[in-house]
């Protein structure tokens, strides 16, 4: 009986937390004016030092995919370096904002449109899920 009402507070959790990233992401997205139809790549390169060198394969392919690309950059020189930002599906918060919304810690994620949140601790994940989808 307690494995059962464990795994049920654990369903129901799961559900609630991946809920509320969700709302949290489409507020943001509201703000920087992004309409969220597909996936969304969100890349901080000023508290990931090791972010521009790591994922720049990576984010490329993203972009080639046309799915949305968020670059968090106090310095649009940095970010235009990761990514075309005269592509219409790439986005600078030159503001934090991601932080404002606790969407976006250090290391890059992305967010689905049906809620889920992938964390991205390496270049082979956003490699896969583009094989993937």
Partial sequence: MKYVLFICFLSIFSFVSCQSESAKFRKYTKELDIVFDRPALVINLDSCSSCYSVFFQSVKKF???????????????????????????????????AFNYQILESLPRI???????????????????????
């Fill in 63 to 97: 972009e080639l995919k046309n799915y949305i690309i968020v670059v968090i950059a106090k310095e649009s020189k940095k970010a235009n370096l990761l990514s075309n930002s005269k592509n219409a599906n790439v986005f600078h918060d030159v503001k934090n904002l």
């Fill in 111 to 133: 967010y689905l449109t049906d809620g889920t949140v992938i964390e991205v601790i390496s270049p082979e994940i956003i490699d896969r899920f583009i094989d993937e989808n």
